[in-house]
C-alpha cells in the first residue's frame, strides 16, 4: 500500500479568494473550487484509514464517501475563526468514511461470532484469573488452537475500524454510533468524557504488548506497517494485537459497566 500523499495547503491567494467568494456570496463556482482544491485531502484520510486495514482493502473505494465529508466540511467551516481548514476537515471526512463502511455491514456475520466467543471467554479469565489472560489460555476456555485463534483475530481485524472510543464503547463486536460533530449538546460531552477518561485507565491495565500497540496506533497515528517495523514483527501479527487489545478493552469497560 503507497504512502498517503501529503495534505494540500490553503494559503494560496486564489483559494484565499475562493474563501470570501463562497462564504460571503455563497457563489457556487467559488464552491466547486474549493471542492477540488482540497480533493486531495480525501485522497490522505482514505489512505490513512485503509492503511490500518487489512489487505485488499483499496483506498479508492474509500474516497467516495470521503467526498461527501469534504463536501460538508466546505460548506460548514468559517474562515474568520481562525482555525486552519484541513483541521476542521480531517475529522468530518474520516466520520464519512466510517459511516460509509458501517453503512454497508461488511463485517461477515462469522467474525462477529468469533469476537463475542473471544471476548466471552476473556470476560471469564479476567474475572478467574484478575489478570488479563494468555493467548494459550484464551485457546484452551474456547476450544481451539493457537494458529485458530491469530486466523480468528486477523479476521477480526476488518470490524475494527474508526476511533477507539467508537470501538470499546460497542459491545458484540458492533460499533456505537457517536455523534460526529462535538455540538451535540453538554450530555453527550460528559458522556463522552467519562468514557474517554475511564477507557484510558483500563489501557494502562493492558499487557504490555497490547498497550504499546495501541498507543502507536491511536496516539502516534502509525499505520500497522509501522507498527510492525518498530516492534520487528509482521503487519498480521500487529493486526492479530490491535484485535486482541481492543476485545481486552471492549471487556473490562464492560466489567466497569461502562
Given at each position: 500500500m503507497t504512502e498517503p500523499e501529503e495534505k494540500p495547503s490553503r494559503t494560496t491567494p486564489a483559494i484565499e479568494r475562493a474563501w470570501v467568494r463562497w462564504v460571503e456570496q455563497r457563489n457556487e463556482e467559488a464552491r466547486d473550487q474549493l471542492i477540488v482544491h482540497y480533493s486531495p485531502l480525501v485522497k490522505f484520510v482514505a489512505g490513512r484509514v485503509a492503511a490500518g486495514l487489512?489487505?485488499?482493502v483499496d483506498a479508492g473505494e474509500l474516497t467516495g464517501t470521503g467526498v461527501f465529508g469534504l463536501m460538508d466540511a466546505v460548506d460548514r467551516f468559517d474562515p474568520s475563526l481562525g482555525f486552519k481548514f484541513?483541521?476542521?476537515a480531517v475529522?468530518?471526512?474520516k466520520g464519512a468514511i466510517l459511516d460509509g463502511l458501517r453503512a454497508l455491514d461488511w463485517v461477515p456475520r462469522s467474525v462477529r461470532t468469533h469476537s463475542r466467543q473471544i471476548e466471552t471467554a476473556v470476560a471469564k479469565l479476567n474475572n478467574e484469573?484478575?489478570?488479563a489472560p494468555t493467548d494459550e489460555e484464551i485457546c484452551t476456555e474456547i476450544g481451539i488452537s493457537l494458529e485458530e485463534l491469530h486466523k480468528w483475530l486477523s479476521t477480526i481485524s476488518?470490524?475494527?475500524v474508526g476511533p477507539l472510543d467508537h470501538l470499546v464503547g460497542a459491545g458484540d463486536g458492533e460499533q456505537r454510533q457517536l455523534p460526529a460533530s462535538p455540538d451535540q449538546g453538554p450530555d453527550i460531552a460528559i458522556e463522552e468524557?467519562?468514557?474517554?477518561q475511564t477507557m484510558r485507565a483500563e489501557i494502562r491495565n493492558l499487557p504490555e504488548r497490547e498497550r504499546t500497540v495501541v498507543a502507536l496506533y491511536y496516539d502516534e497515528g502509525m499505520t500497522l506497517s509501522e507498527i510492525g517495523s518498530v516492534l520487528?514483527?509482521?503487519e498480521s501479527r500487529?493486526?492479530?494485537i490491535h484485535s486482541k487489545a481492543i476485545i481486552m478493552l471492549r471487556s473490562q469497560l464492560s466489567a466497569t459497566g461502562v
Open positions: 487489512p489487505a485488499g484541513e483541521t476542521f475529522p468530518r471526512i484469573f484478575k489478570r476488518v470490524a475494527n468524557k467519562e468514557l474517554r520487528g514483527v509482521t500487529v493486526s492479530q
